[in-house]
């Protein structure tokens, strides 16, 4: 199973990503799946979850301005994130909560990371 990440760059504070997450390999369906990032010294934390029935759970720092989604059928979940701040500078990475089979129980996956640079 690998998931990849895009959607990263330069944007000034105000501007607005979308990040997106493509899980491929053998899937059979995925749980919950959500995005972290990590700024330079700090713990890869959390930034928003959605489970597979469509519930979401967001940080903090992101409620108001970010919104996840998913497709299910094509196993991406994505980040609109909007009225971007430099403090959201960072390595945001994907994971996904993957069932390989019907019968198997989920595995973690992680994406490779997008930066995604805010500038002031």
């Known amino acids: 199973v690998q998931l990849q990440a895009s959607g990263g760059g330069l944007v000034q504070a105000g501007g607005s990503l979308r990040l997106s997450c493509a899980a491929s390999g053998s899937i059979f369906s995925i749980d919950s799946t959500g995005w972290y990032r990590q700024a330079p010294g700090k713990q890869r934390d959390l930034v928003a979850s959605?489970?597979?029935?469509?519930?979401?759970n967001y940080a903090d720092s992101a409620k108001g301005r970010f919104t996840i989604s998913r497709d299910n059928a094509q196993n991406t979940v994505y980040l609109q994130m909007n009225s971007l701040k430099p403090e959201d500078t960072a390595v945001y990475y994907c994971?996904?909560?993957?069932?390989?089979?019907?019968?198997?129980?989920?595995?973690?996956?992680w994406g490779q990371g997008t930066l995604v640079t805010v500038s002031s």
């Open positions: 959605i489970t597979r029935g469509g519930r979401t």
């Open positions: 994971n996904a909560q993957v069932r390989r089979y019907s019968w198997s129980s989920s595995l973690d996956a």
